[in-house]
């Protein structure tokens, strides 16, 4: 299995009648990123899975396949108290949200 | 006496329609009594905990005929469907994992409601990001219908609801 990347830009290109939502949508995301990272410190990790569970379960209908795929990650190392797992997912959560462009067409 | 509107009249019939055989086999998955091809506004009760999904149902639905109504945990869905009484909607959107009262304890309730007051069965369609593989199974016997897997996309949605009567376009 390869690992997802994200440290470079891509375009991702939302249904154009999502355009409000979106930059709300990822706000949010930097949110969670931030939700996730204090959790780690605190090795809170059901807070991990939680937050993850939310993301896989939105992130592609508002056309970011990727958070779901992210989001995927994050609930499985959350479920299995896996710390280190977890890490490598937020940063991918970080990599995509700063790399990803969004395009209406 | 009030006007009667076309969409009660079709819940009425529907409700006479499948209410029997829903009463007589609560478990075998009941039939849609609508029509074929019959395409009508529906009253869809929503139940999510998530704002961003709610959003994105919301938007989904923006230029349909159909109305939403949205409650943000299974216990805020038992009274919203206690309060709009016997088919006061036409389908129920279930997320299933939810704080305070989940989908599975709700859509019971709401089964149990509707058996003990002889209430039409409304359909209730799971709406799940699945985390283990039973979750299906247990929301059918909960009580749903089916199931539609998050993250949910327009077109499924609209075909889902098409299936209960609604139009797709």
């Known amino acids: ?105 | 006496m009030k006007p009667i509107r076309r969409r009660d009249l079709v819940s009425a019939v529907r409700a006479a329609i499948d209410g029997g055989a829903a009463r007589q086999a609560p478990s075998v998955k009941p039939t849609v009594a609508a029509p074929v091809g019959a395409t009508h506004p529906l009253r869809i009760l929503l139940v999510e905990d998530t704002e961003d999904n709610r959003l994105l149902i919301q938007a989904y639905l923006k230029n349909s005929p159909h109305t939403l109504v949205m409650a943000e945990d299974g216990k805020l869905a038992v009274e919203a469907f206690h309060k709009a009484g016997p088919s006061g909607f036409d389908v129920v959107l279930m997320d299933m994992q939810m704080p305070v009262m989940d989908g599975y304890d709700a859509t019971r309730e709401i089964r149990r409601m509707e058996s003990a007051d002889g209430m039409p069965r409304t359909p209730i369609v799971a709406l799940t990001a699945f985390a283990l593989p039973q979750e299906a199974k247990s929301a059918i016997d909960a009580g749903c219908d089916e199931y539609l897997t998050k993250p949910i996309k327009k077109a499924t949605l609209l075909e889902a609801l098409a299936r209960y009567g609604g139009d797709a376009a």
């Open chain 1, 1 to 105: 299995v390869s690992e997802p990347r994200y440290d470079t830009p891509f375009v991702v290109r939302p249904e154009p009648d999502l355009a409000d939502l979106v930059p709300t949508y990822l706000q949010r995301r930097h949110t969670d990123a931030e939700t996730i990272s204090a959790a780690l410190e605190q090795g809170d990790l059901e807070v991990v899975r939680i937050v993850g569970h939310s993301m896989k379960g939105s992130g592609g209908g508002y056309g970011f396949d990727g958070l779901t795929d992210i989001g995927q990650e994050l609930e499985n190392a959350g479920r299995e108290s896996d710390a280190e797992g977890a890490t490598a997912a937020l940063r991918h959560l970080r990599d995509y949200l700063a790399n990803v462009e969004v395009v209406y067409e």
